[in-house]
């Protein structure tokens, strides 16, 4: 099992960056496919970007294309999600996810385990 938190949101103004970051426990950290969500309040959670097993593939969103990077270190047990040139739309909950797979999905129902969220808000 994996156990998923999240940090670094926070406020930032509209072209500024955040770093967001989401510690694992497990041992089999590395066999994890992981991604990070995002929801706002009366909207389903949307995928953001995903990194697979082994870090040789990432996917983003249309949406935050050129402007967010995820990355992930298994010694560490971590996964990044750098955003930068963030803008108001980008305003949500975030959440760390993960699937034993080799295989990124953006469906949030394909992943087992998740992070309690962190909070981003963008204003301008």
């Known amino acids: 099992q994996v156990q998923l938190v999240e940090s670094g949101g926070g406020p930032v103004q509209a072209g500024g960056s955040l770093r967001l970051s989401c510690a694992a426990s497990?041992?089999?950290?590395?066999?994890?496919?992981t991604a990070w969500f995002r929801q706002v309040p009366g909207k389903e959670r949307e995928f953001v970007a995903g990194?697979?097993?082994?870090?040789?593939?990432?996917y983003y969103a249309e949406s935050v294309k050129g402007r967010f990077t995820i990355a992930r270190d298994d010694a560490e047990k971590t996964v990044y999600l750098q955003m930068n040139s963030l803008k108001p739309d980008d305003t949500a909950v975030y959440f760390c996810a993960a699937r034993f797979s080799v295989v990124v999905m953006a469906t949030p129902s394909n992943y087992n385990y998740w992070g309690q969220g962190t909070q981003v808000t963008v204003f301008s």
């Open positions: 497990g041992r089999t950290f590395s066999s994890y496919t």
């Open positions: 990194i697979n097993r082994g870090g040789s593939s990432t």
